[in-house]
């Protein structure tokens, strides 16, 4: 998965003729993904990635999630630049659902990572940072501590169904990490990806080729991002920090924007953040997906890991 909405050869051609981007040549679904149906369209202009929004996503939010790519991908950055149809629109309706066409970009996502792919990330993340500057309008971070909270106790005594003991050790560090999280003034803030698994970068010839998946992008600490990074990159088998892999995710990301003195001491603490938030999100798809679903749940304590380690981290 995913594809929750099927879409018949017919329907696609009549879409696509509304743009300038070539006749249908063929097209099918992706299977990775969970949160929306992606398709590869191939026209006789080139390749294009179709996307239907399903889960999640708000539909009045889009807008501003393809201006990002537009603003980001016209700066340079390699991410899908949102195709425009003949009225110079970009965000349509198909099958119901609000949708949008993209670039499709080349290479693949690493499967086993090592310190070369993890300076690169470093450095396409800072990147990514700078080029989100004069990118004016907010988003603000709708998985922010304030919501942490919430999806935990809506999560109700599942949580200990599935770990004894997890709602209490969560809410005990939920609430010592919203007490000292930095002030909105503390850190330098932009916008962010609040995504960046290793899924969601490709890579050709040890280079960055793509980076995908803006869809939790949001306004918030620049140096939070580096923390969802350090979090989803630095665990080998999901469960050993690879303290390898961090120092070169710093110095790539570093060698492009320099981390300011206040960035860098709350990084354990962004990282005990950003830890709870995927722990939280799993956690509550965890509990509200089928066992059955033909989405693949994620294991939400590969994050309890990440969150005990950070915990006791002083310095990352
Ligand atoms: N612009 C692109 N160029 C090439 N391939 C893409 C592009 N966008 C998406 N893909 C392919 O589609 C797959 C799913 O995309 P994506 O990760 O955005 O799915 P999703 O369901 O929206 O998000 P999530 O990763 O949060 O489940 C990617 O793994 C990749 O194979
Ligand atoms: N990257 C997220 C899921 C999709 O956003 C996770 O691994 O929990």
Redesign the pocket.
Known sequence: M?VYTELAAETLEAFLGTYGIGLLVSFHG?A?????S?FLLRTTEGDF?L?LFERRVNASELPWFLGLMQHLAGRGLNC?LPVSDRTGTALRTLAGRPAAI????PGV?ATQLDEGLCLELGKSLARLHLAGDGYGAVRPNALSPAAWAPLLESCGESADALSPGLTAEVRSALRKIEEAWPSVEALPRGQIHA?LFP??VFFQNGQVS?L??F?FACTDFLAYDLAICLNAWCFRDEKTFEPSFAAAILQGYESVRPLTKAEKSALPLLCQGAAIRFLLTRLYDWINTPANALVTRKDPLAYLVRLRHFAGAAHV
Request: aromatic content about 8%.
């Open positions: 995913a992706i990775e993904g969970v949160e929306n992606n990635i996307t899908p993209t670039t499709f970009l996502s995504d899924d969601n793509g995908i998946d869809y």
